[in-house]
């Protein structure tokens, strides 16, 4: 059975982040694990994988990025990137014991991994694990997934409600049958409605970003995909990229680039899965990473 405690730590600007972590065993010299989750999520989408990880010895933290789940949200919106890097940097900080640590990323949290190597030394880090995401992303892809999370702005009227905008969005994954877990990701207004547990800045602040009508948007796009570039070129640790086989923000031509930039990376895609690669097949995904912790050198 897992150990598990949930943390406060203090993220860039003294933001509150929330943190829950999975103890692994003291005696080995498995690296720490940190895990970052996509835009609109929050830590417990690791859950399952977190404690098959600790299972096999590793610690695991997985985090709140600012404006999700129970962390803090930022006073003035601030939720570029950076302010993202800057946060895992501090978490870093408090939570490594001075270790390099294995770091994970899906979406947004990879893009946060890969700008913190522009930020840090690449020695922070005793892995690399990008799911469904690369340097340069397919901006339709990028703009279905904006669109999502900006077309419900008052919520809804219950779990099923919200369910069946989900279900629409996922159509390839299997309805749950218990709509209680919605309330990871869901909560209950005082008008009783049911909204995203997110900041309605953090998506405010992407929605022009990803429309492709406004003026500037592709120049700030590939302004963007250069930067995370610069950033995965001074990877230096065993790296993975997990895609997802159904995926369409990430495809082979983007792959093929990051795995040029990111020459002793392995690429490898899980059928039957999208974006969210982690909720469609999390077996399979865990042992994917599983697999990539079992080749890693031990920590001292």
């Known amino acids: 059975m897992n150990n598990t405690s949930v943390r406060t730590l203090r993220g860039h600007e003294s933001i509150k982040i929330t943190a829950e972590v999975f103890d692994g065993d003291p005696h080995n010299q498995r690296p720490s694990v940190f895990m970052l989750h996509g835009g609109g999520q929050n ?10 990880l600790s299972d096999h010895g590793n610690t695991v933290v997985t985090i709140d990025t600012r404006g999700h789940g129970d962390s803090e949200w930022d006073p003035t919106g601030n939720y570029e990137t950076d302010d993202l890097t800057h946060d895992l940097l501090a978490i870093h900080t408090q939570m490594s014991r001075g270790r390099p640590v294995v770091a994970v990323g899906a979406s947004m949290g990879g893009m946060t991994i890969l700008n913190a190597h522009r930020h840090a030394p690449p020695d922070l880090w005793a892995g690399v694990v990008l799911v469904d995401v690369t340097p340069r992303m397919e901006i339709a892809g990028a703009q279905r997934v904006v669109a999502f999370m900006a077309a419900h702005p008052d919520g809804f009227a219950s779990l099923q409600e919200a369910s069946d905008v989900i279900a629409a969005y996922n159509p390839h994954r299997p309805r749950p049958t218990n709509l209680d877990g919605l309330l990871k990701v869901l909560r209950r207004r005082d008008d009783d409605r049911y909204v995203w547990r997110w900041d309605p800045a953090f998506i405010t602040s ?8 406004t003026n500037g948007s592709t120049h700030r796009y590939e302004e963007i995909a250069n930067q995370l570039l610069e950033g ?8 993975l990229l997990v895609r997802g086989a ?26 039957n899965t999208g974006h969210m690669v982690a909720g469609d097949d999390n077996d399979a995904f865990t042992t994917a990473v599983l697999d990539f912790l079992n080749q890693l050198d031990p920590i001292n």
């Open 246 to 271: 159904m995926s369409d923000l990430v495809s082979p031509d983007t792959v093929e680039e990051f795995l040029a930039t990111v020459p002793h990376a392995t690429a490898i895609d899980v059928s």
């Open 206 to 213: 992407k929605t022009d970003a990803m429309n492709q009508h």
């Open 43 to 52: 830590r417990h989408a690791w859950t399952n994988t977190a404690r098959a």
């Open 232 to 239: 995965a070129a001074c990877i230096t640790a065993p790296t």
